[in-house]
């Protein structure tokens, strides 16, 4: 078989090189040789696994080129990269050392003198590539995307005459990928979980499953394939957005970290999680360093145990804000008596909801909130909905079937720098 076979038939590649049968919707998506393709696919479709099969066939049967691939966040871009480093190790002995030269973690060399790099969308990092293929991976969730698309990518594919495959989630309707789903000149490859059971991905039973679990939004978005209008979100997916830090990832629990750190820790139990976080704070930037969701059912004492070897590991942390409401003040006790320095308790009343998603809030139109690229976390967000009372106060809910701990957990270490930062300010000001 000749190699300009293989290049002009990719799902011929697939399934001879990769052993990989695709779906009547993954054929033709391998198939297009449009240089602008826009991919929105439900849930279990295989959009990962398919795109990664074509930066392979690219890659291989276009020698000495360049392909990047872009994503939120390196975690995420690893996501795509450790797909197609599936695919090369398991492929005969014979074919690997026929084709590859060298796989490290983010970056694979060809011996026809191409690469595959994986890289978080960060326009530092990017500046300096010229590429021939860009793989933008969850692209609707790209922070300062005008200036990434428009200022970085753009003009490194036009050296090279490149092809752009943009892929994501739907989510807000300003932004760059979304303009791209309206333009005319891209390509369009829509699936929703009809063509996915269809294909036999998956079954119905699932989806109807999701369809009772999820709130209607995100069923939408995830499985209908479809932008949704906001209307009661607090926390509108632009301003989520403009809030996700592409270097940033979470710290893992084993680590023991440097900072000036803040925890907020929301308690629950048997229909609620227990969530912990952690905010870094350097001048009037916060960072969010950690966050863990615990099983329904974890005993508190569990998550005051994880509190406290986070404490210890961490040295810095200057206040513990806890959610007590519904617990009582007893844990707040027993945290103190475990040695957990600086904890505070607080119950929350209606106002006081109003004052510390508030804070957050202001935050996050302030630019000084840094988050990773979490999907879950991104959801609960914009899943936190708001009405106004008669009385004027502001009354928070989210659908049924969804969460909000880690939103609340957020909020509480947020605003617990908040809090110290007022108790700094009065110790500054104090006159004897």
């Known amino acids: 078989m000749k190699i300009e076979d293989l290049r002009e038939n990719p799902t011929l590649f697939a399934k001879t090189i990769l052993n990989f049968n695709p779906t009547f919707y993954q054929e033709k998506l391998l198939n297009d040789k449009s240089k602008r393709i826009c991919v929105i696919m439900s849930r279990q479709a295989g959009k990962t696994t398919t795109i990664a099969v074509k930066a392979i066939w690219f890659a291989v049967t276009h020698p000495n080129t360049l392909t990047l691939i872009v994503s939120p966040s390196l975690r995420q871009s690893m996501i795509m990269m450790d797909r197609i480093q599936a695919f090369l190790v398991q492929m005969p002995k014979t074919l690997q050392k026929l084709m590859i030269q060298k796989m490290q973690r983010t ?105 009772r679990v999820l709130p209607l939004e995100r069923f939408e978005r995830e499985f209908e394939a479809r932008f949704t209008e906001e209307t009661d ?102 945290m103190k008596n475990s040695g957990i320095p600086n904890v505070e308790g607080v119950i929350l009343t209606s106002p006081k909801k109003q004052e510390i998603l508030g804070f957050l ?38 659908p049924e079937g969804s969460h909000d701990d880690k939103v609340w957990s957020l909020a509480l270490a947020v605003y617990a720098t908040r809090k110290a930062n007022f108790e700094a300010k009065i110790a500054k000001n104090w006159r004897w």
Request: charged residues 25%; glycine residues 4%.
């Open 361 to 398: 809030k202001q935050q996050m139109q302030n630019k000084t909130l840094k988050i990773p690229y979490d999907a879950e976390l991104l959801a609960e967000l914009n899943n936190e909905k708001f009405e106004l009372s008669k009385d004027g106060n502001i009354k928070f809910y989210h």
């Open 107 to 211: 970056v694979i060399r060809f011996k026809n003198g191409s690469m595959i790099v994986a890289l978080p969308n960060s326009p530092n990092l990017l500046r300096g590539y010229t590429a021939h293929m860009v793989i933008a991976d969850e692209a609707g969730f790209f922070r300062d995307d005008e200036t990434v698309f428009y200022n970085v990518l753009y003009p490194m594919l036009s050296t090279t005459d490149g092809y752009l495959i943009v892929s994501s989630t739907p989510w807000s309707t300003d932004s760059v990928f979304y303009r791209m789903f309206q333009d005319e000149s891209f390509s369009k490859h829509v699936v929703t979980w009809r063509d996915v059971v269809k294909a036999g991905l998956t079954k119905q039973e699932f989806i109807d499953e999701m369809r």
């Open 233 to 334: 979100s607090y926390f509108p997916k632009s301003l989520i957005t403009q809030c996700i830090d592409s270097e940033l990832d979470y710290i893992p629990f084993e680590a023991k970290a440097k900072g000036n750190f803040y925890i907020g820790v929301d308690f629950g139990k048997r229909v609620d999680y227990s969530v912990v976080s952690v905010i870094d704070k350097q001048n009037e930037e916060l960072k969010l360093v950690h966050l863990h969701r615990f099983p329904l059912e974890t005993s508190y004492a569990s998550v005051i145990g994880y509190v406290k070897t986070i404490c210890d590991r961490y040295r810095i942390v200057n206040k513990v804000m806890v959610d007590q409401t519904g617990v009582g003040e007893y844990i707040t006790e027993d």
